[in-house]
């Protein structure tokens, strides 16, 4: 999408990206799965999905901001490039994870919700406006410390930090 323009795209069915995708917004809809394959990566300002079944996309994308929704089984899972990520808010309403691999910061803006969280990054992890996370266990992986400190529930906290760099969980 030449120009910075949106890629929408509501499906009945599962959306398999096989080849790669480049707007400012890419606003994917499924009744079933969401899944890349092959060189199917993701360039976008702004990543929204919603599905059924699970949302993975592990492949090298360059996505600036991340809103996901699933409904039933399935985890959200995004591989990213971009410094930094914002997640905008995550809705798992199957009990799935939410995985997120990110090269360079990431920061959640927006209320997170899933069975079990796992953040790693190749920066620092941070909390910011309603950006609070529920899940039965919340795992970070970070490169400049984890600063949780909103009103998170989870029950099981594991951290890791390779520098310098506070973890505070809240």
């Known amino acids: 999408q030449a120009g910075g323009g949106s890629l929408i795209v509501d499906n009945t069915g599962a959306i398999d990206i096989s080849g790669a995708v480049g707007a400012g917004t890419v606003d994917l809809t499924s009744s079933g799965a969401i899944s890349q394959s ?18 993975v996309l592990n492949l090298a994308n360059v996505v600036d901001v991340f809103n996901a929704t699933n409904i039933t089984s399935g985890n959200i899972e995004l ?35 899933a069975g079990a969280v ?25 490169v400049g410390g984890a600063v949780l400190n909103l009103a998170n529930v989870f029950d099981v906290f594991n951290a890791t930090n390779l520098t310098v760099g506070n973890i505070t969980p809240a």
Do not use: W
């Open 118 to 142: 796992d953040l790693t990054s190749s920066g620092a992890i941070s909390q910011s406006a309603t950006g609070t996370i529920t899940a039965g266990s919340l795992v970070t992986d970070s």
């Open 79 to 113: 591989t990213n490039t971009a410094a930094p990520l914002d997640i905008t808010g995550v809705s798992q309403a199957g009990g799935g994870s939410l995985i997120v691999d990110n090269t360079g910061a990431i920061d959640s803006s927006g209320a997170v919700g």
């Open 38 to 55: 092959a060189t199917g990566t993701i360039t976008a300002g702004s990543l929204v999905t919603d599905s059924v079944g699970g949302t």
